[in-house]
């Protein structure tokens, strides 16, 4: 039976009221939000409690909405600058940038997309509750405003979906006005003069490439031999490449050592891999070195609950806490710190509540870093492979080999497709180029249904888009035989 009710607690809590719910998800970023709505819509009384004054978490406010933004608008800039004249398009005058009306839009944008947010709790009548949501008990959280526990919150099931945080090295002191995070590099009130970046990730080369194209001088400081290190060797070298030609500078195989401020410059020392040590001066410094589990005052002691090493909450194969009636996902688990991965895992625990089968292919949620060119890869890459020595084939085709994109002088990059020597199946799609970010979903739909690269490659695909590198890749791979190369 679906209740909600709402009681006076005793003399003791005289203004305290316990409400209770069929389901309370603590955390409204894209996780949060898409498992309250489902809750929602197979009949559960759902609460949703978020301790910031807007809904929508990291990725709306602060992450991918707002991050998006500011690529699209210093991309225009960009093209301004440089493109236009060579489409035919003359400007009189200079170009000039607006700043601050370039932080306006995003901001507007962030604006517009919680308060659909909002909408959406409406529509589906779950009521949100503001304030922190802490464990009391593993059967009842209270909601804390301030210093004040202003009510009770008793639910049958619960979800956790608090997200996460940028992450830092021990050693860095974050002032959070020079030394900053991806937070404050969202709503700076200049454009750097240079920019030092610390991290060759996606989040630390997304924001070099905003303010680089800006006119800010960027250099990039990574511990590993090679940016993105987590996708495929080939779209990292390609994406470098690619990104030099921008005039973006890396320190690959560097280990940052200390980050000091003094006065409106920050000093950061690194050491090459011979054990050399480098200075690097700036005005601001990113510090951009992954994201760690947000349960900072989730009192998860309370309800019987552990994290592992990395501070992430244990879960089951059912996102089952150690309390069965308890529930975790997103950023707080396991696994790929993704928004959509997050959606996945909240529709996948509503269902699992409402006595469904729902499933999720961990190896099919697709990776995308928003640089230009972009970066999409989905399933297993080279180097995975070649660890679990598998037999496999490689299709690759380059993008520059595309009508469309020399329509739209967006040439650089390629679609790699790995099938299985044997079976024809494809075991990866890799790709970087221009709108790499909507082409990856290809790949996905294709690996879904177990598509072998010649089903891939006997699809007709429109002419002229960027998608034929898709079917021309699928081509290499199934019988060698790419069409325009």
């Not at 994290?307 to 950023?331: F, M, P, S």
Request: hydrophobic share 40%; glycine share 8%; net charge negative.
């Amino acid at each position: 039976m679906f209740f909600i009710s709402v009681v006076l607690l005793s003399a003791d809590k005289l203004n305290i009221h316990m409400k209770k719910f069929d389901v309370a998800v603590i955390g409204s970023g894209p996780g949060g939000y898409v498992a309250a709505i489902r809750c929602a819509q197979l009949g559960m009384r759902t609460a949703l409690i978020e301790k910031e004054s807007t809904l929508g978490g990291t990725c709306l406010n602060v992450g991918c909405i707002p991050s998006k933004s500011l690529l699209d608008s210093s991309h225009h800039y960009e093209d301004a600058l440089k493109h236009f004249e060579t489409h035919g398009i003359k400007i009189k005058g200079e170009v000039e940038l607006d700043f601050p009306q370039m932080i306006n839009r995003k901001q507007q944008v962030v604006d517009q997309t919680t308060k659909g947010i909002e909408f959406l709790m409406d529509k589906n009548k779950i009521e949100v509750i503001r304030g922190l949501g802490r464990f009391k008990t593993a059967s009842t959280l209270e909601i804390v405003q301030g210093d004040e526990v202003v009510e009770e919150v008793e639910a049958a099931k619960y979800i956790i979906a608090t997200g996460s945080k940028p992450g830092n090295l021990p050693f860095i002191t974050l002032d959070h006005e020079r030394i900053i995070t991806s937070t404050e590099a969202l709503s700076l009130s200049e454009i750097p003069k240079k920019l030092v970046v610390i991290g060759g990730g996606v989040i630390g080369l997304e924001l070099g490439q905003v303010y680089k194209r800006l006119g800010s001088e960027v250099e990039v400081i990574e511990y590993a031999d090679r940016i993105i290190s987590g996708m495929d060797a080939a779209l990292s070298k390609e994406l470098m490449k690619s990104l030099k030609k921008q005039k973006i500078k890396f320190h690959l195989s560097h280990q940052v050592k200390e980050v000091k401020r003094v006065g409106d410059k920050v000093l950061v020392s690194a050491d090459d891999k011979k054990g050399v040590t480098h200075e690097f001066e700036s005005d601001y410094t990113l510090v951009s070195v992954g994201r760690v589990a947000n349960t900072e005052g989730l009192q998860l002691e309370n309800a019987g609950l552990s994290t592992d090493e990395r501070g992430r909450i244990l879960v089951n194969d059912y996102l089952q806490t150690e309390q069965a009636h308890i529930y975790a996902i997103g950023d707080v688990i396991k696994g790929a710190m993704l928004a959509h991965k997050a959606e996945e895992e909240g529709v996948f625990v509503a269902e699992v509540m409402a006595g469904q089968k729902p499933h999720i292919n961990y190896n099919l949620i697709p990776s995308v870093v928003y640089t230009w060119p972009e970066v999409a890869s989905v399933g297993l890459t080279e180097e995975q492979l070649k660890l679990q020595e598998r037999d496999y084939k490689s299709g690759q085709f380059p993008m520059r080999a595309l009508g469309r994109a020399r329509a739209s002088m967006d040439i650089d990059g390629f679609v790699k497709i790995l099938a299985d020597t044997k079976t024809d199946e494809v075991l990866g799609v890799h790709m970087i180029g221009a709108r790499c970010a909507d082409l990856i979903a290809e790949g996905v739909t294709a690996m879904e249904f177990r598509a072998s690269a010649e089903d891939i490659a006997r699809m007709s695909h429109a002419h002229p888009t960027y998608a034929e590198a898709v079917k021309e890749a699928a081509l290499a791979a199934s019988e060698n035989r790419a069409l325009h190369m």
